[in-house]
C-alpha cells in the first residue's frame, strides 16, 4: 500500500498492517483519512482479540464518557470490578424492591426470585454449576459485568448493558449450554453493547450464544431484544425455536448487531422479527 506514504500516522498504519489488525480494502489501499464504519471497527477488534496469546493479560481500559458505550469484545471484559472486589459465595434475593451491590466477585449463582437486582462492575463464577446468574421471579440488571465458569450463563428475566458472557464450562456427560437462555414462562430480556459469546473455555462450541424457546414448560410468548451486541459461536449462535406445548411466540429483534463468523452449522436458526446483523469474521 502506497496511499498513506507521507501521512502523519504512516508509522502507526506501518504498525497496524504488521500486526495484521488492519488489511486496508480488496484494492490495496488504506484510505487513512476515510471514516471508519462500525463494521470495520468490529472486524479490527476481532483481529486484535486473535492475535492476543490466550495467557496475555488485556491491559485495562478507562470507561467511556457518560453517554458513549462500546462492545466488549476481547478475550475478557472491558468493564468490570477494580481488581480488589468483595468476595462471596451464591446468592439469592427473596425479598421485593431494588438492591444494588457494584464491585463484588461471586464465587457461585446468583438469582433473583423478588424485586430488581442490579450488579454493577460485578464477576460471576459459576464454577461450574448448571447457570450462572438467572431471573426466576424477580429480574436481575447486570452492568458492566463478567459471567463465566457454568454450563448456562444467563437465564430468563437478566437483561445485560455492556456484560461479557463466555468461557462456559459444565461437568455434565451431555453438556447443552448456552450464553444466554430464555425458557421460561414469559421471560423478557434486553441486552446492549455485550459481548455474548457460545464457546467453553476449552475453545470448543457451546450450544448457542443466545436460545429462546417456548416449546416446553407452558408454551407462553418468549421477547427478547439485543442492540449493538457481539455474537458468536455455538452450533447456531443464535436459535430461536417456537411452537410445540403451548401457543406463545418467540419475538425476538437483532438490531445493529454484529456476528463473529464461528458457529457449527450457522448464525440463526428459526425466525426472528427483526434481523440486523453484520458479519464481520472469518
Same mark, same amino acid.
Given at each position: @500500500? ?14 497496524? !498492517?504488521?500486526? %495484521?489488525? @488492519? ?7 488504506? /484510505? ?13 477488534? =476481532? ?46 434475593? =427473596? ?15 446468583? /438469582? ?14 459459576? %464454577? ?6 438467572? %431471573?426466576?421471579?424477580? /429480574?436481575?440488571? !447486570? ?26 464450562? #459444565? ?10 437462555? !430464555?425458557?421460561?414462562? %414469559? ?6 453493547? #455485550? ?12 450450544? #448457542? ?11 407462553? !410468548? ?61
Amino acid at each position: @500500500m502506497s496511499d498513506f506514504s507521507g501521512h502523519w500516522a504512516e508509522d502507526e498504519i506501518d504498525y497496524v !498492517l504488521e500486526k %495484521g489488525w @488492519m488489511v486496508g480494502d480488496p484494492d490495496g489501499n488504506f /484510505r487513512p483519512d476515510d471514516t471508519v464504519t462500525r463494521a470495520e471497527l468490529a472486524k479490527v477488534l =476481532t483481529n486484535v482479540d486473535e492475535t492476543y496469546p490466550p495467557d496475555t493479560e488485556i491491559p485495562p481500559v478507562d470507561p467511556p464518557p457518560d453517554g458513549e458505550y462500546y462492545i466488549p469484545v476481547f478475550q475478557g471484559p472491558i468493564l468490570t470490578h477494580d481488581g480488589n472486589p468483595t468476595v462471596r459465595g451464591s446468592y439469592n434475593k =427473596t425479598s421485593e424492591g431494588t438492591e444494588t451491590i457494584t464491585n463484588t466477585l461471586f464465587n457461585g449463582q446468583v /438469582r433473583c426470585s423478588k424485586g430488581l437486582l442490579i450488579l454493577r462492575n460485578c464477576e460471576v463464577k459459576g %464454577g461450574g454449576r448448571d447457570w450462572a446468574v438467572a %431471573g426466576w421471579g424477580g /429480574r436481575v440488571f !447486570l452492568d458492566q459485568c463478567e459471567i463465566w465458569d457454568a454450563e448456562d450463563g444467563l437465564k430468563d428475566d437478566v437483561d445485560t448493558l455492556q456484560t461479557t458472557v463466555h468461557k462456559l464450562r #459444565s461437568t455434565n456427560a451431555e453438556p447443552h449450554s448456552d450464553a444466554v437462555q !430464555l425458557q421460561g414462562s %414469559g421471560s423478557k430480556a434486553t441486552h446492549r453493547w #455485550s459481548y455474548l459469546n457460545g464457546y467453553y473455555a476449552t475453545g470448543s462450541f457451546a450450544n #448457542s450464544a443466545i436460545i429462546v424457546k417456548n416449546d416446553i414448560g407452558n408454551g407462553a !410468548l418468549q421477547e427478547i431484544t439485543v442492540e449493538d451486541c457481539y455474537l458468536n459461536g455455538g452450533n447456531y449462535t443464535v436459535y430461536l425455536r417456537s411452537g410445540g406445548a403451548g401457543p406463545g411466540p418467540v419475538v425476538s429483534d437483532f438490531k445493529r448487531c454484529f456476528w463473529g463468523g464461528e458457529a457449527r452449522y450457522g448464525e440463526r436458526s428459526g425466525s426472528a422479527r427483526v434481523w440486523d446483523v453484520t458479519k464481520v469474521g472469518a
